[in-house]
């Protein structure tokens, strides 16, 4: 893949449709989100045409704050999961990829770069017409860490008002199955952490 990748999404909208571009804008990856399952269930294609299926991002929980989110691809092998690291995800996001369900070392963490951004986000996101401009004022970053502690990618917040704009970067040499695990859940994480990303 050829990084910066471009993430963007509307943030009004039913059902939760992100689409991915690489450095020359060529369509790398589409993810839509199941609508109205009780059961989390997204589905990651190469492209918007949805010809091609990458994987599934499934849980087997209904609400958790602390679920795991198994990566499958399209044989239904597990080659990943990401968990949100649960009560600390409240002041700083924080969560945690493993190499698959099974595992319970994480082989990556991601954890937000600013507390402040947070809380500013947060204050400012509940006052009505103000809240709007968050989206462009506020943007988190959150850095994807390996077990040294090394930043190994980076997804930053671009300024927007009606949708949501990421930009990863890539910082350091990872395999191409380390990337696809990254990339799913960093795409995971956005999901979760709602309009903020």
Known sequence: MKYPLNLSFKLITFIKQIYVTDSDGKSVLYIKQKFLKLKEHVELFTDDTKEKKLCDIK??????????YEFTDDQNNNFGAIRRK??????????????????????????????????LDSLFGQIPII???TGYVANPSYLV??????????????PALWEGKFTIESRSE????????????LIMMVLLEGKRG
């Open 59 to 68: 849980t087997n929980n209904i609400i958790d704050l602390a679920a795991l």
């Open 86 to 119: 649960g009560l600390k995800s409240f002041l700083r996001a924080s969560f945690e990829i493993y190499p698959n369900s099974a595992d319970t070392t994480p082989e990556f963490k991601i954890s937000e770069k600013s507390v402040f951004t947070r809380i």
């Open 131 to 133: 809240g709007f401009l």
């Open 145 to 158: 860490t390996d077990n040294s502690g090394k930043t190994v990618m980076e997804l930053i917040k671009q």
């Open 174 to 185: 990872l395999s191409a199955q380390q990337q696809t695990r990254i990339l799913v859940g």
